[in-house]
């Protein structure tokens, strides 16, 4: 019998690899015939995983994890038939049937048919349909023809495939927030976090044309990992305000566009960088935006929030200063990025080197078995984006 494993939340500041059940090509107790079964080639640790794993949602215990996937379709249903045995895939993180009216308008994010209890679906992720996750050898993916993306050239693909495996989330996400905050050709952009998609992020902005970007960080080796390709950047604990900061880069307190890659674990600024303040950074987002400007908001946001600072944040209410945002006649996007809207563009920039965010993002090979180290790294802030693999198909170790 074919084996497989993977990884799994069992519970607060842990997770095991562990054996788990083989993927079938079904749902429940039917064929699922417009899926494929992949042989995991690459799937990465997300900051989104880290709110499961840091207990700051309600993930059951038992969750395989992973929503970034790359992998070599191995068997495929019977209605699937575009996407072959042998090709090489990237795996949008959301799923989504193509069907309903959402998808049919490019909304994958938001798909209304392959999650009963909201709309959007995500790979190994709570409250996100129940399907089961890619950190492992092997998974599942429905509705194969119209999520999956080929890549063209497998030799090509395995060359680049640093930067490739960021097309499943965090690049096109990074880009999401970018576009949606109206970044184009000669911008000044602020992007809030310098974990991996902040990163990610920036690389967008100058694939955008931005002219200046500036990432935001109380981290010392992220700020130092952004200004590697080209960032300026702002230290978030300094007691100089947000504002003060991008003035003395720019000579103005203010940006054309600005980002939040941050999310609802956001802390403070200056004397309180070390204090959750969940509504902080969308705050200094209206703030530092010129009046007319946008802001992108790819930075996870949750309805349930278990570590909540306060019985507002764990249900998601934070204290917004919506009045400046009105006053300034802000625009706001937030939700999952609908990564199929991009990813195409996106593969094409990286394979004719236009762009190089696995650079950009430090991208860091990892086996299966280090993923849980991987994750206690990436809690403590490392300026890296852990890509595990699994089948020793980048160079690294399987074992036994």
Known sequence: MATNRGVAYMGTGKVEVQSIDFPKLALGSRKCEHGVILKVVSTNICGSDQ????????????????????????????????????????VPFNIACGRCR???????????????????????????????????????APYADFNLLKFPDKAEAMAKIRD?????????????????????????????????????????????????????DAIPERLEQARSFGCETVDIKRDASIADQIAQILGVPEVDAAVDCVGFEARGHGENAKTERPATVLNTMMQVARAGGAVG????????????????????????????????????????CPVMRYHRQLMMAILHEKTHPAKACNATVISLDEAPA???????GAAKKYVIDPNGMLGGKKAA
């Open 51 to 90: 709110h499961m794993v840091r207990g700051r949602t309600t993930a059951p215990h038992g969750l395989v994890l992973g929503h970034e996937i790359t992998g070599e379709v191995i068997e495929k249903g019977r209605d699937v038939e575009f996407v072959n045995v042998g090709d090489i895939v990237s």
């Open 102 to 140: 959402n998808c049919k308008e490019g909304k994958t994010g938001i798909c209304l048919n392959v999650n009963p209890a909201r709309p959007g679906a995500a790979f190994g992720y709570v409250d996100m349909g129940g399907w089961v996750g890619g950190q492992a050898e092997y998974v599942m």
């Open 164 to 216: 490739l495996t960021l097309l499943s989330d965090i690049f096109p996400t990074g880009y999401h927030g970018a576009v949606t905050a109206g970044v184009t050709t000669g911008s000044t952009v602020y992007v809030a976090g310098a974990g991996p998609v902040g990163l990610a992020c920036a690389a967008a902005c100058q694939l955008l044309g931005a002219a200046v970007v500036i990432v935001g």
């Open 297 to 336: 908001i790819p930075g996870l946001y949750v309805t349930d929030d278990p570590g909540g600072v306060d019985e507002a944040a764990k249900t998601g209410n934070l204290s917004l200063r919506i009045g400046l945002g009105w006053a300034k006649s802000l625009s706001f996007a937030t939700g999952q």
């Open 374 to 380: 991987g994750y206690r790294d990436f809690d403590k």
